[in-house]
Every structure is written in structure tokens, then in C-alpha cells.
């Protein structure tokens, strides 16, 4: 049975992507996984813009597939294999419904300074780690820590 971890990537984070990208190769490495690489979108046409037209979703997601293919290709090495899914959807429930729809054997993904929201609603990596099925591996930046 072929085993497949699970590296969700905010791309609009430089910084979560170095953290995240070398513990993800590693465990897909050493378990000899498949690794996937996931974006989540927010749906900004049906919660917030009901006036967008599709096709201005498409084009979101075609983009961001691009950005996400060159994270694949500048971050993991040719003897792992891997591919890539972009979601459309609210954050952090988009991501839990992909998990438990593709029962990865790990999640490994970076932690964020907590903003003030954080606080209220809770941070999308407390979320994951509560409602996934498997188990989750959340980096922190150690020059952050505190």
C-alpha cells in the first residue's frame, strides 16, 4: 500500500514554504510516500463577489497551479514523486474535507505567527490538527519561536 503525505502550501509565504518543503521531502523520502502538494483558494466569487464571472475562478486556479508546479520543481528532488491539487473553498474547512477525502498517512505543515484573529477563531494548524483523521506535523519557524 502506497503511502502519501500531504503538504498543504500557503503561497502567499515565502517563509511557510521554506519551512515546510524540507520536513515534507524528508517524510515522503523516508517512508518512500508520495508527496502532494496542496493550495486551498478562497472562493471570493461565492462568499464575497456573487458578480464574478467563472471564468475569473478558472483563471485563479490555472495561476495558482503554475506557482504551485514551480514550488514542486524547485523543492523536490526527482527521487521523490509527487503531484499537486488546488481546492476552492474557506480555509480551514476546504482543507480538513481534502484530507479526510484523501486519507494522506501525514500532514506536515507550517505554522504562522498568531495574529490578533488567531485569538478569537484559532489558527488554521490548530483546526487541522483537531479534525484530521491522521496524523499532523506543524513546523515552526525556530527564529520565532516563543
Given at each position: 500500500?502506497?503511502?502519501?503525505?500531504?503538504?498543504?502550501?500557503?503561497?502567499?509565504?515565502?517563509?511557510?514554504?521554506?519551512?515546510?518543503?524540507?520536513y515534507?521531502?524528508e517524510?515522503a523520502?523516508?517512508?518512500?510516500?508520495?508527496?502532494?502538494?496542496?493550495?486551498?483558494l478562497?472562493?471570493?466569487?461565492?462568499?464575497?463577489y456573487?458578480?464574478?464571472?467563472?471564468?475569473?475562478?478558472?483563471?485563479?486556479?490555472?495561476?495558482?497551479?503554475?506557482?504551485?508546479?514551480?514550488?514542486?520543481?524547485?523543492?523536490?528532488?526527482?527521487?521523490?514523486?509527487?503531484?499537486?491539487?488546488?481546492?476552492?473553498?474557506?480555509?480551514?474547512?476546504?482543507?480538513?474535507?481534502?484530507?479526510?477525502?484523501?486519507?494522506?498517512?501525514?500532514?506536515?505543515?507550517?505554522?504562522?505567527?498568531p495574529?490578533?484573529?488567531?485569538?478569537?477563531?484559532?489558527?488554521?494548524?490548530?483546526?487541522?490538527?483537531?479534525?484530521?483523521?491522521?496524523?499532523?506535523?506543524v513546523?515552526?519557524?525556530?527564529?520565532?519561536?516563543?
Open positions: 500500500m502506497s503511502q502519501k503525505i500531504l503538504a498543504p502550501i500557503d503561497l502567499s509565504q515565502d517563509s511557510a514554504i521554506a519551512l515546510t518543503m524540507p515534507a521531502v517524510m523520502e523516508t517512508r518512500g510516500a508520495t508527496l502532494e502538494l496542496l493550495t486551498v478562497p472562493d471570493f466569487k461565492a462568499e464575497m456573487p458578480y464574478m464571472e467563472v471564468d475569473s475562478t478558472e483563471a485563479s486556479v490555472k495561476s495558482v497551479e503554475q506557482d504551485l508546479q514551480k514550488v514542486g520543481q524547485n523543492h523536490v528532488p526527482s527521487n521523490v514523486t509527487w503531484n499537486m491539487a488546488v481546492e476552492v473553498g474557506r480555509m480551514p474547512r476546504t482543507l480538513v474535507a481534502h484530507i479526510n477525502d484523501t486519507r494522506p498517512d501525514m500532514v506536515v505543515m507550517a505554522a504562522h505567527e495574529g490578533l484573529a488567531d485569538y478569537f477563531l484559532g489558527s488554521v494548524s490548530d483546526y487541522v490538527v483537531r479534525h484530521a483523521h491522521c496524523p499532523v506535523l513546523v515552526r519557524d525556530p527564529n520565532n519561536a516563543g
